[in-house]
């Protein structure tokens, strides 16, 4: 049996104790399995604090994303193997396996290529110098240095490749080392790359250690210089952020949770419009990548009343065409869900969600053909009632979401998609540019992103649940509340803004931004 090691002050590090399996969810074969019991969680703190910190710091900007720039590629040479490991442990399709693995090494490389022009200074200038006193001598200045403590990544299940690579990329640009805990029940692929990165050399030692199973008592010895960037769902969230030691020290923290995401059809799209296919092409997408387990999802799809019957007939046709089975195979178009809890907890949601309205297709029934694997078919459920409670209540993490009739005026579709209580993204589809203003403007406070489709982009954009590194992720109220990537904006969670105020022929001479050339 393969046993998944942590990687902790400069040693792979074997558990004891009680080891937890890792399935494969086609055939439900146990693939590995793993624990942290024995883990000295105040040592890997202190080791990424004492050894990796002042290592990483030792070296600037631009020479940190040289690291990255080499980790994308020391990841991307064992590119086949991750994507049979991601197959295997986390029952992708070969295609969806690449979204997440390329995701990561994209992710990385984007971070390297935006850390090259900062320099090799110390810190980073933030905005112009402003006069403070009566005269220019005065003057002011804010910078952001990194943060001095450890950056700890507390991951989901769904993307053990990207969720990590993300984080690690801001974390360590910025100048922080990183505690890289993955989602155990795909912990495979995550534990894999671990390998890589340590067996790369890339990394200064203590800038990049990595926990197989529990978090212990990892977090009882963060302080005030760490960070916590969580993703997962809001309840793990809610009860992080509780965490007593987090809130006596002040320990910041980021989180990624639920987000039940709209994609809202506008009353002036017709059946020939290139935007009409482009939304249908997308919602099926986004609902059965990665069989629906992916954070971005669309779950609530916002559809004109009087186009009810067409746009539920052509996604019908799109979904039942699907053939859901082994992930290895090349004529499957979905794979299982990946573990049997998830199975049971999607069973339950599209339950309770089958009780406001009527299953168009799928359902919460096994799939025919199919005795072995946490399988369920694309499930499409219509509303009765738009405003149903169930529908903006729980987020059923897996490949179902529900039609929801409206007017077809802007103000009903922001209501009903601002019942969200705060999502990830929203896309938008219509040519109406003065209806999607309306729409969008009246749904941003509740929002990360919004995607807005027309046939001026279509076949031109990617999907809204690619999440880019250029621009930010994250989402207020049920969506956590954080906010990761977005370029540079990225590094501000890692860096402490100070103000500088003094002389300006010092501080604003060392400190200010550089004219270019
Ligand atoms: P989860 O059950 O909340 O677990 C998330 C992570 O928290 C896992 O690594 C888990 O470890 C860890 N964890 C659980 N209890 C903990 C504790 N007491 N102390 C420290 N860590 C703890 O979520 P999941 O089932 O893995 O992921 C699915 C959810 O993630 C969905 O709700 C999805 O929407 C959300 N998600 C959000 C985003 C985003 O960017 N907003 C992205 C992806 C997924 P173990 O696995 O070892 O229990």
């Known amino acids: 049996m393969q046993r998944l090691q942590s990687y902790v002050y400069g040693t792979w590090h074997t558990g004891t104790g009680e080891h937890r399996p890792l399935y494969d969810p086609t055939t439900e074969e146990v693939l590995a399995e793993c624990s942290s019991e024995g883990v000295d969680f105040g040592k890997v703190v202190n080791h990424g604090r004492e050894v990796g910190g002042p290592a990483l710091r030792g070296v600037g900007f631009a020479a940190r994303a040289g690291m990255l720039k080499a980790l994308s590629a020391a990841i991307h040479e064992h590119r086949e ?28 490389a984007a971070y390297a ?62 100048g922080m080392p990183v505690i890289e805990k993955p989602g155990t029940p795909s912990a495979l692929l995550a534990w894999r790359i671990a390998q890589i990165i340590v067996e790369s050399g890339v990394l200064p030692e203590g800038a990049f250690q990595f926990i197989a199973g529990g978090a212990g008592d990892l977090l009882d010895h963060l302080g005030a210089q760490d960070c916590v960037a969580f993703t997962g769902s809001s309840k793990t969230g809610s009860m992080l952020k509780g965490h007593r030691a987090l809130l006596d020290r002040n320990v910041r923290m980021n989180i990624e949770a639920d987000s039940l995401n709209a994609a809202i059809l506008g009353p002036d799209v017709g059946s020939g419009d290139e935007v009409m296919n482009e939304f249908l092409g997308n919602v099926v997408t986004d609902m059965t990548q990665k069989a629906g387990q992916k954070c971005t999802a669309v779950r609530r799809i916002l559809v004109p009343s009087d186009r009810l019957d067409d746009v539920v007939s052509a996604l019908v046709d799109r979904l039942s065409a699907i053939k859901v089975g082994d992930p290895g195979n090349d004529d499957s178009g979905m794979g299982p869900l990946a573990s049997k809890s998830q199975l049971a907890d999607v069973r339950a949601g599209i339950e309770r969600l089958a009780k406001v309205g009527k299953t168009a297709c799928g359902g919460a029934g096994s799939v025919d053909g199919l005795e072995k694997g946490y399988f369920v078919a694309p499930t499409l459920i219509v509303a009765d009632d738009p405003h149903a409670d169930a529908v903006h209540a729980d987020e059923v993490f897996g490949p179902c979401a529900t039609v929801l009739p409206y007017s077809g005026e802007a103000a009903d579709a922001v209501a009903i998609t601002n019942r969200g209580g705060g999502g990830l993204v929203a896309s938008v589809y219509s040519n109406d540019w003065n209806w999607s203003q309306d729409v969008v403007l009246g749904i941003a406070p509740w929002h990360g992103r919004v995607w807005i489709g027309a046939d001026k982009t279509a076949g031109q954009a990617m999907a809204p649940g690619v999440v880019l590194p250029h621009m930010v ?19 501000e969670f890692y860096t402490q803004r100070v103000a500088l105020q003094g002389y300006q022929g010092t501080v604003g001479r060392t400190f200010g931004p550089k004219s270019e050339g």
């Open 113 to 174: 290529s935006f850390g090259k022009r900062l320099g090799d200074e110390a810190f980073l200038p933030d905005g112009d110098g402003v006069q403070l006193g009566r005269t220019a001598r005065f003057w002011g200045q804010h910078v952001r240095v990194p943060r001095r403590g450890v950056a700890v990544h507390i991951n989901a299940f769904n993307f053990p490749a990207w969720g990590m690579g993300e984080k690690m990329a801001c974390a360590l640009l910025a």
């Open 81 to 108: 193997e991750l994507i049979d490991l991601s197959v295997r442990n986390g029952g992708n399709r070969r295609g969806d396996a690449k979204f997440d693995i390329d995701g990561a090494t994209g992710t990385l």
């Open 473 to 491: 992720h994250g989402g207020p109220g049920r969506a956590g509340g954080g906010e990761e990537l977005g370029a540079l904006r990225g590094l």
